[in-house]
């Protein structure tokens, strides 16, 4: 299993094959596609991520030690965003994800390529699931 940095390391890689940003839209629409999807039951009020402008579920569950996310969205941008998220601190460990920094994100240009808030709901997608990774790490201790 990879580390939150390697698959961080992946992603800017695999951004860096598409010239220009239309394309890099296109993959994020297919990565979104790939989302493993949250459970119809997890649709709830309470699982949506505030401060984003689409709608945006997640939900984490423990796994043997490890955080796993699972997500989904009402906008295929949006979509996109969470895949980028959840393929980089799922099955993680909860102390990982909290300590790991977010670089990759500028390092693939996303933010500056994003309307303010998109932009602002990816801080808080970021936020929600170091949360998540909080709450399950003080579980753990």
């Known amino acids: ?11 800017v890689d695999e951004f860096a094959m598409f010239d220009d940003w239309m394309q890099r839209y296109e993959y994020m629409i297919e990565l979104g596609k790939s989302l493993p ?14 401060g984003c402008q689409s709608k945006v579920w997640v939900h984490a569950d423990m796994e043997d030690g490890k955080v796993v996310f699972t997500a ?37 240009g996303l933010k500056e390529h994003l309307s303010p808030t998109r932009a602002n709901g990816l801080v808080s997608m970021i936020k929600q699931l170091k ?3 909080l709450a399950y790490q003080t579980k753990v201790q």
């Open 1 to 11: 299993m990879s580390n939150i940095k390697e698959i961080q390391e992946e992603i």
């Open 37 to 50: 999807l949250i459970d119809e039951q997890y649709k709830t009020d309470e699982n949506i991520i505030k």
């Open 72 to 108: 989904d969205s009402d906008a295929i941008i949006t979509k996109g965003i969470i895949a980028i998220l959840v393929r980089a601190f799922s099955n993680q460990e909860p102390k990982a994800i909290l300590d790991a920094n977010t670089d990759f994100i500028d390092e693939i």
């Open 131 to 133: 949360m998540y990774a």
